[in-house]
């Protein structure tokens, strides 16, 4: 069946750091790579997508890398802000079924 | 333009009573998904449904069931209830073609005592 694996389950940075979460997918169906941000105590908030013709995608400190031969895909955090501290989410989707990697609680110190 | 809601925010239910769940996407949103979120498992996919009918399914047992009406409210009905139920059952609207981004509703937390 469709499975997301994704690396690492916690990550701690210092402010200004880089962060980066990897995950990688089994069906090579999957055409829809979304991102989401879900704050503690609060709803999952799509923070970026990238789709399965495009290599990757940047929108200011946050980027998205996708390599469809390795079913990979990752996501680039620069300059590292304390409001970065969250539980983040990658997955991957078929004709709108989401599958959800098991999250990354990032931390970042000041 | 209201977000997705999901009512009731809190249930608290004994072993073996069924429960339903109840979510109302974006106006205009044609698709709502279901996702339980446990610690350590993330969001796990229960179901999608588009235009009144299942049109994906998670790997969940039947006591999991749903449905959606014609103004796309959906209900998820939970029946048995075990502890291991025990989480955040989030539900998620997109306007249901391919590949859209997935508006999720606050949650409704179900505790099984």
């Known amino acids: 069946g469709e499975n997301v694996e994704q690396h690492p389950s916690t990550l701690s940075v210092q402010e200004g750091d880089s962060a980066v979460i990897k995950c990688t997918y089994s069906?090579?169906?999957?055409?829809?790579f979304p991102w989401y941000k879900q704050e503690l105590g609060k709803r999952p908030q799509l923070i970026i997508d990238?789709?399965?013709?495009?290599g990757e995608k940047k929108d200011q400190r946050i980027a998205v890398t996708l390599n469809k031969t390795a079913k990979h895909f990752s996501l680039h955090i620069t300059e590292t802000q304390p409001e970065d501290s969250a539980v983040y989410f990658c997955?991957?989707?078929?004709?709108?079924?989401?599958?959800f990697g098991t999250g990354t609680r990032l931390q970042v110190f000041p | 333009k209201a977000g997705v809601t999901q009512t009731p925010r809190y249930l608290i239910k004994t072993r073996g009573q069924q429960v339903t769940l109840s979510c109302s996407p974006i106006s205009g949103h044609r698709s709502v998904s279901w996702y339980q979120q446990t610690p350590g498992q993330g969001l796990q996919f229960l179901f999608e449904?588009?235009?009144?009918?299942?049109?994906n399914k998670g790997n969940f047992p039947g006591r999991f069931s749903g449905r959606q009406f014609s103004n796309s409210r959906s209900e998820m009905n939970v029946s048995t209830l075990e502890l291991g139920d025990s989480a955040l059952y989030l539900c998620a609207s997109t306007l249901g073609a391919s590949n859209t981004e997935a508006f999720f509703g606050q949650g409704t937390r179900l505790t099984v005592v």
């Open positions: 997955a991957a989707s078929k004709a709108d079924k989401l599958i």
């Open positions: 449904y588009f235009s009144e009918t299942q049109r």
């Open positions: 069906d090579s169906a999957s055409n829809y």
């Open positions: 990238i789709r399965s013709n495009v």
